[in-house]
């Protein structure tokens, strides 16, 4: 048994909920779970990267979905391509942050992740 390798699990979340389900949660409800999260959780750095990465991927899919408007009443048929890709696209990344959160990983998306990090760091 000494053998066995053990994930360090982070310190108790402030919500009463163990930090990996929290996590979770933050990432489940979007950009609302985040926000809340993000304001109850004052010192689990774990849930509060979840929660902000969250309000952050949030917010940018909601731009680019705007955006991906913008051109389809421009160009006729570039958003009907373009919005089912970047929905797919989308929950797909939803869902693998999720499974890591609940497995206490942190999964720090490629420019996201950066700016959530640096946030909760202030």
């Known amino acids: 048994m000494a053998d066995e390798i053990k994930k360090e699990t982070p310190p108790k979340s402030e919500t009463g909920l163990e930090p990996n ?18 304001l109850i959780e004052k010192e689990n750095k774990f849930v509060r990267f979840a929660a ?25 048929g570039i958003g009907a391509i373009l ?3 970047v929905g797919l696209g989308f929950v797909v990344i ?3 942050l999720m499974v890591k959160a609940y497995q206490n990983e942190e999964w720090e998306l490629p420019v996201i992740g950066k700016i959530a990090r640096d946030v909760i760091n202030k």
């Open 94 to 96: 939803w869902i693998m």
């Open 21 to 38: 389900v929290a996590a979770l949660l933050a990432y489940l409800f979007g950009w609302v779970g985040g926000l809340v999260f993000f």
């Open 52 to 76: 902000m990465q969250s309000i952050i991927l949030n917010v940018a899919l909601f731009v680019t979905y705007f955006i991906i408007g913008i051109l389809g009443a421009v160009t006729f």
């Open 83 to 85: 919005s089912p890709l």
